[in-house]
């Protein structure tokens, strides 16, 4: 007799049936249709598969960064350090992908907040973990911030000294970002690649 999993039940199957239901209902709640729900946005819209397309590229990249980082960094293998860079890592990157996905910074909480939380952050990495971070080479992560920091520099100072190019400038502000979120994904599988080889080295 097959044995049903218990963990399969707690870890997967029920908390995505809370949170199915708990969706449904509170859209329900506001009037929203639940077809439009749970039906893909592309669909409901009818736009083309082009639309949104970098936009979701770079959701998924922030999700897989978040994924890696946080599986990696639950291994008994790696040693605490690593496992601590790692949890923030991916602490992190699931803040960015859910602010990218929701636009929380354009639409709830307010670009200063974020940009401000973010800089924090990742500041207080860069000096939390340094030693370690020498050991691994953060010249990725710092290109990543750099890539990411033009993106917010064009958004909120070049877009408002040329208002009248906006669409020209917002081209070069999306560019910054996805080649920001690409070498993040990048910097973070250096990470988890350095702390399962030396692992509790």
């Avoid at 639409?107 to 907040?113: A, E, N």
């Avoid at 906006?166 to 560019?175: A, H, M, P, R």
């Amino acid at each position: 007799m097959i044995k049903f999993p218990k963990k399969l039940f707690y870890f997967s199957i029920l908390p995505s049936v809370i949170l199915y239901l708990a969706i449904l209902y509170i859209s329900n709640f506001y009037n929203i249709k639940l077809i439009l729900v749970v039906r893909d946005l592309a669909q409901t819209c009818g736009y083309p598969i082009g639309v949104g397309m970098i936009s979701n590229i770079g959701i998924l990249l922030w999700g897989a960064a978040a994924s890696i980082c946080l599986f990696t960094s639950f291994l008994e293998s790696i040693n605490r350090e690593s496992s601590k860079l790692l949890l923030l890592g991916g602490i992190f990157s699931s803040l960015l992908c859910i602010d990218d996905f929701f636009l929380l910074h354009d639409r709830y909480v307010g670009p200063d907040f974020l940009y401000l939380t973010y800089l924090a952050i990742s500041i207080f990495l860069l000096i939390r973990f340094q030693k370690i971070l020498k050991k691994i080479g953060f010249f990725n992560l710092l290109i990543s911030i750099l890539f990411l920091g033009l993106s917010v520099f064009f958004d909120g100072v070049i877009q408002n000294i040329f208002n009248q190019s906006y669409e020209f400038t917002q081209l070069i502000e999306e560019g910054f970002k996805f080649i920001g979120i690409a070498c993040w994904l990048n910097f973070w599988c250096k990470v988890s690649s350095y702390s399962l080889k030396f692992g509790n080295s």
